[in-house]
Each structure stands twice: as structure tokens, then as C-alpha cells.
């Protein structure tokens, strides 16, 4: 693929649409649903061969407030509440607006897809995520962002509405204020021209670009890259191509708890319900109950880059409800023992160290990290796994209006009829890595996808 670029629109097209959607993740999908349930013409193109993005390798948990989902299990929980524990995470270094207008919206955007699409959503309920005063996330049953895009793009075509893959675009049409339309370059390199009213981009961010990871976030670029490759940054490129303002460029979702070398995404449950992170000379380095984003440079600062997260049967019980867990337990990642001895034995850490760390943990008390414990300690048998830091996808992005998703001009205003949604826009984690609250991500793809849909 050559640079993405943007020039003057065509004297023709090889084919007009009313609604181009640039991505078939998440995002795009949702916004394929909105668009189409508002009347439009939408034709929904993606790179792969298949829809999946970085929502496929995540848990697929979307946080909500105020949801029957979260009224059946007893919660009381509001928008306002879910945007103060947003901007509690973000140091309040997000647009208010924002934050708002995704808190609101997050819930309604839930029974929607439940009502009218069929989607399982049912409430994580055994288990709290950092951040989040109250249980909010919603999933499909497996836990699974492969099950999310899997059934979204089974009511898209249930719906008859145009998915097209195998499409990448590499180049924008515009005059002015005005987006009219793209350029798509097929696998064999030719290339074909879409002409539309509304384009939206819900490609996604640049975390696939090692030069811009290592230009926005340095501390970073040397962890695994766990997004999806197509991740390359066109929304960012076009943009400052267009005149279009970004924000929080360096802002990002890392993550702690990847099978090492597996691969496999490891929940954060098994920190949460009491698990701990060591290093290899058998010592907790950090308070683990900040979040898993932060957690990835602490991982990766210590001797090399890795750590092992180590917890109990009665959490693994718990992480058994995440296909990644169940995965990694089948490919030998999760190692058990009856003893602390034994499990030292087993991940070739030093055993007294090991079982010192364990000891001390100061039940119904706050450790030297600040972190916080509750009565219940670790008990035989033993887990852990080996673990790395790894960046999942950049948060920040192009700067759009809060309630159309349109895209802010660097000078003033919006432009006329060019929107961002999901990872290509600007998102709700503050400026780096530790304003990262769980689910932000697809938070964002979700509502976002969601009004830009609606036009």
C-alpha cells in the first residue's frame, strides 16, 4: 500500500453511495447497523479478508451504566457516575463533552443492539475491573471479542447491507470542507473509486505503525505489538492532510498479563480477585491494582521484560469464563501447584523469595505499594503464568464534535460531512497510558460508531 494521501475529487466515480464506512470492526459495523436502521445507503468496506480488528483479540466486555442489564443484578449505577470514574482514570485531561456524550450514550447503545439486533449482552458480574465504581461491562457469553464481531457481522448481512473486503483505502477525495469520496486498492493492486455523501472513518488507530509508536510513544515501541496490523494510521495521515485537529497522540492501551511466549491474553480477574505480579527474582514491583495498561511498562521494566502472575484456583475459576483463559490453560501456559515450593519449581523462580512475597501480603490491610486487600488470601493450589507487556491499540486520534462524530477542522468548526469513530478518533484516556479505564476502547467504538451512523 502506497502512503495514504488525499487529493481533488475525480470528474467520476466508479460507484456512489450515501454513507461510506472505512473499517469493519466494531466500529464500523455498529455504524453499518445506525446508517442503515436510519434509511441510508451504506456500503461498509474493510482491508481483511474477513471483519475482526482489535476487537477480535480483546474480551469484547463494553462498559455501560444505568443498563436493565445492571438493574437485573441489583446495580444502581448512572452516566454521571460512569464519566467521574472516566475522568478519575484520566487525571480529567479528557474533553468533558466527550466523556459525557460516551457515558450517556454507552447504555442506550447496549439495548439497542440487544433489542433490535439480537446480541446476548448479559453483565459481568463476579469480578470488579480497576476504576470502575460499580459492574458495568457488558458481554456476549463466551467473553469474546471474536463472538462481538462474529454476531455483528451475522445481523449485517442478515440486513443485506454491503460488506465489501478485501478493500483497503489508501486515498480521500476532498474539496474543501468537503470529503467526496475514496480511493480503494484491491489485492491484485488495482484500484476503484467510491464516490459518497458521508464518509466515516472507523479504521482504527496507528498502533500496526512502528514509525508512529516510536514518534508518539516512545516508552512503548519496544513491547508486543498485540492490535491488529491493519492498524496503520490513515485516519491520522489524512487528517493532517485534510487540516483536521488531532489530540492525545500519545495516549494508549497497553496491557500487563500476556502469555509469554503464547501470546494469549491473560484477564486482569486474576489480579483483581487477589493475584499478584512477580518478577523473576520472585518480588512484587508495583501496585497491581492501578490497572493493566500501566501495567505494561512496569512488566517491561523488569529483568526481561517479563513477569509472572501468580493466583489461585479459586480466581482461575473465575478467568474461566474468558475463551483466552481457557485457551491458554490448553496450551500449557497456566502452570499449577500444590505448593508455593512447587510452582517456584515449576516457573524457575527463587522459592523462598516466592513464598515470602505470598506471606506478606497484609490481609484486611494496604502493602508498601498502596495497594488495598480484602480477607480472603491465597490458598493451594497455585497458578501463574508468564507474562509480558504489550500494546493493544492508541487511544488518541482525530478531535471530533461530541454529538455528530464529526471531525474538527484545525482552523474552526467541523468539516461538512467527514466523521471518526472508534480508534481513529480522539478517545476518553487522557494523555498517556494511565488514564486507560477498561472497556475505553470499545466504549468508544460503540457509541461513536453509534452517532456517526445516525448522521
Known sequence: MGNPDVTQTPDTFDLEVETLIIGAGACGMVAALAAHEAGQDVLLIEADPMPSG???????LVPAAGTRFQSAAGIDDSAARFAG???????????????????????????????????????????????????????????????LIDTLRAQVEALDIPLI??????????????????????????????????????CNGFGGNRAMVSEYMAEIDN???????GNRGEAIHWGHALGAKTRHLGAYQGHGNVAHPHGILITWATITEGGVQVNTLGQRFWNESQGYSEAARAVLAQPDGVAWVVFDSRIADIARQFED???AEKQGAVMTAET?????????????????TITEIPMDGVDLFGRTWGSTSL?????????????FHTQGGLEIDPLTAKVRRATQGTFDNLYAAGGAACGVSGAGDSGYL???GLLAAMTLGYIAGRG
Open 85 to 147: 470514574d472516566i475522568q478519575a482514570k484520566a487525571h480529567d485531561e479528557n474533553d468533558l463533552d466527550l466523556v459525557m456524550t460516551m457515558a450517556e450514550t454507552a447504555g442506550s447503545v447496549i439495548e439497542w443492539l440487544a433489542d433490535s439486533h439480537g446480541l446476548p449482552f448479559s453483565l459481568v458480574t463476579d469480578f470488579d475491573y480497576p476504576g470502575h465504581s460499580r459492574r458495568r461491562m457488558h458481554g456476549l457469553p463466551t467473553r469474546s471479542g471474536q463472538e
Open 379 to 391: 490458598a493451594p493450589p497455585f497458578c501463574a503464568v508468564k507474562v509480558t507487556g504489550a500494546l
Open 325 to 327: 483463559f481457557k485457551q
Open 54 to 60: 482489535s476487537t477480535a483479540l480483546s474480551a469484547g
Open 165 to 202: 473486503c478485501n478493500r483497503r483505502a489508501n486515498r480521500l477525495y476532498s474539496g474543501g470542507i468537503r470529503v467526496s469520496g475514496a480511493q480503494l486498492t484491491l489485492p491484485d493492486g488495482s484500484t476503484e473509486t467510491v464516490g459518497c455523501d458521508r464518509l466515516i472513518l472507523a
Open 438 to 440: 477498561s472497556g475505553n
Open 340 to 356: 508455593l515450593e512447587e510452582l517456584a519449581a515449576k516457573a524457575g523462580l527463587p522459592s523462598d523469595e516466592l513464598s515470602q
Open 223 to 229: 513491547a508486543v505489538w498485540f492490535g491488529h496490523d
